[in-house]
Structures are given as C-alpha cells and as structure tokens.
C-alpha cells in the first residue's frame, strides 16, 4: 500500500498537466511541478524527469526505513 501510495504521490505532479491538455488543451504551456522543492542548482525544467526519478528513488528508500522500523518494533513487542 505505502508504495502504490508513494507512486501516485511522486508521478501526479508531473502526471496531471500531460492529461490536462489532452483532455483541457489550452493556448499556452503548463507547468510541471515536484512534489517538493530542493534546490539542486540545476535548470529544474530541463531535468524534470531525473528529478523525479530521484525523488521516487528517495521516497522509496524513505518508506523501507519506515517499514522496517516498523516491523522491528512489532516483532520487539511480540517477544
């Protein structure tokens, strides 16, 4: 669950102005977003998608330190 979660999460930003202009087209270009911003001193437009692969990638590693603290504590409290 926590990964699908993270999935949409990281690709919606980037995911909902493509959609948009099939579905909305308007005369003029939409912006496409992180989910949160670092500055990485890099053109943030241009390299869009490494960005969001890193992010995915950071998100990730987050969630599995969570998961498994997670399951530490429940097999410590079993025991």
């Known amino acids: 669950y926590m ?18 202009d099939v579905i909305l087209p308007i005369n003029e270009s939409r912006t496409k977003m992180i989910c949160y911003y670092a500055e990485y001193f890099i053109d943030q437009q241009k ?10 990638v950071a998100v990730a590693f987050t969630l599995v330190i969570i998961a498994s603290v997670d399951a530490s504590f429940v097999a410590v409290a079993y025991h």
């Open 3 to 20: 990964f699908i979660a993270c999935i949409f999460f990281v690709f919606t930003p980037v995911a909902i102005p493509a959609v948009l």
């Open 47 to 56: 390299y869009l998608y490494y960005l969001v692969l890193h992010t995915f």
